[in-house]
């Protein structure tokens, strides 16, 4: 049973990573306007954190059972050793972070970086499927 949660769960982090790559490419100001509310209040910066433990335990999870399982535990151990990190953050740290960073990408940087989101989603899908 945990495993097919696993695998769903990293499915489903694959399709957030090609909705994420679209918006991107597709609504780069509008991906920009997310970004800067990354923090911006207590509830927006703790379930950020929180929801990004789901798919962190997905990976480690699954990835005995994917194509790159060595991958899959780095990747989902450095998402969960960093979200437990940002919970000790100080949250303005966090937002004034998420500011800067969308004053540096402008749109046109979210529409070419938005093909690495697509592939990375598409590697999800395909090393669990």
């Known amino acids: 049973m945990i495993e ?3 695998r769903w769960t990293t499915i489903l982090f694959g399709l957030f990573f090609i909705s994420a790559g ?8 509008k991906a920009r306007v997310i970004l800067r509310k990354a923090g911006s209040t207590n509830f927006i910066n703790y379930a ?14 699954s990835a005995e ?14 998402m969960l050793c960093t979200s437990l990190v940002l919970y000790f953050v100080p949250r303005h740290l966090h937002h004034n972070f998420s500011l800067k ?3 540096i990408l402008k749109p046109l940087y979210f529409q ?5 989101s697509l592939l990375i989603g598409i590697l999800l899908i395909y090393s669990i499927i």
């Not at 070419?112 to 690495?116: E, Q, T, V």
């Open 4 to 6: 097919i949660i696993a």
């Open 22 to 29: 679209l918006l991107m490419l597709f609504k780069p100001q």
């Open 48 to 61: 950020e954190i929180t929801i990004r433990l789901i798919p962190a335990i997905g990976l480690i999870l």
């Open 65 to 78: 059972y994917s194509k790159f399982p060595d991958i899959f535990k780095i990747a989902g151990w450095f």
């Open 101 to 103: 960073a969308a004053d």
């Open 112 to 116: 070419l970086i938005s093909p690495i």
